[in-house]
């Protein structure tokens, strides 16, 4: 990929479309666009935009992610998250290019006793997981050139995240009751954004063969795994608070919200360190370095 080559980045007010397109500079033209200039939920809009920005690579963070309210907004989240990356390939096949799309730990359901590897049979247990197995099915079934990255519990300096909750609420909270049987890896925002680019510069290199020959979908998390109550824990043993909430630890089951979680999300990325040459941060690593620059 050379300067003269189109990235088109989606989603670029949201935690990962922000930092990618910050990561992704230098490797072509950044072509960074928010859901006012590329909203999935307008399937003629996305097609006449890539057409006329002709990128060599599409990123597409964008997505529908207010998990609970997407059981009651059932289509949209389809539309957005089913529909959408599939009209997406179907542009990138036909202008050669390659995409990266984004998908998610919520397309397992959770009873697996280890770490999911990605040729683990699918289960969605909520509308928001289901929708997002459909955009993966959508671009399998297109055939471009494509990676599809599932990542799990992100969290960033910007957005809406649980950092950023466990943060607000420690500045007046003395002690939080916290989910502690769910398990997973939080993966910052930047991580994914620089392995990316690490990725993006390989294929840059090799040319769209290379896409063709990756293709296929992989598991993006930082390495290890935790509890969210855990989770909460370290940032708040890792933040310089004044003041540090107790954490009590409780079952999913006193905490319900309209859409189900899975209690395992653990994945494993040993299929992206191998393919790529790459090695994930522990999970905890990438916390101390998030902060720090806070």
Request: with cysteine; hydrophobic share 40%.
């Amino acid at each position: 990929m050379t300067m003269e080559r189109n990235i088109l980045v989606t989603g670029v007010n949201g935690q990962v479309g922000f930092e990618l397109a910050r990561s992704l500079q230098g490797l072509g033209r950044v072509v960074a666009l928010d859901r006012q200039q590329f909203d999935l939920s307008d399937l003629d809009q996305i097609r006449r935009v890539i057409r006329e920005s002709k990128p060599a690579l599409i990123v597409n963070p964008a997505a529908y992610t207010a998990v609970d309210q997407a059981e009651q907004e059932v289509d949209l989240a389809m539309r957005i998250n089913g529909e959408a990356p599939g009209v997406i390939a179907e542009e990138a096949r036909s202008l050669g290019a390659a995409l990266v799309h984004f998908s998610t730990d919520y397309v397992f359901d959770g009873t697996k006793a280890g770490a999911y590897v990605e040729t683990d049979a699918t289960n969605p247990q909520n509308v928001y997981g289901s929708s997002k197995l459909a955009g993966e099915q959508a671009i399998a079934q297109v055939g471009c050139a494509s990676l599809v990255l599932r990542t799990s519990w992100v969290y960033g300096l910007r957005g809406k995240n649980f950092l950023l909750t466990m943060l607000r609420l420690a500045a007046d909270k003395p002690s939080l009751r916290i989910v502690g049987d769910q398990h997973g890896a939080p993966t910052w925002s930047k991580t994914i954004a620089t392995l990316v680019a690490h990725i993006a510069a390989q294929g840059g290199i090799e040319g769209n063969d290379w896409w063709r020959a990756k293709s296929g979908v992989y598991h993006l998390c930082a390495g290890g795994s935790t509890t969210w109550a855990d989770f909460a824990r370290a940032i708040f043993d890792t933040s310089a608070l004044e003041k540090k909430p107790s954490v009590e630890p409780i079952p999913a089951s006193e905490y319900p919200t309209p859409a189900k979680r899975p209690a395992n999300s653990r994945m494993s990325c040993g299929k992206l360190e191998a393919a790529f040459g790459l090695k994930v941060p522990q999970w905890d690593d990438a916390l101390r370095l998030c902060l720090a620059e806070r």
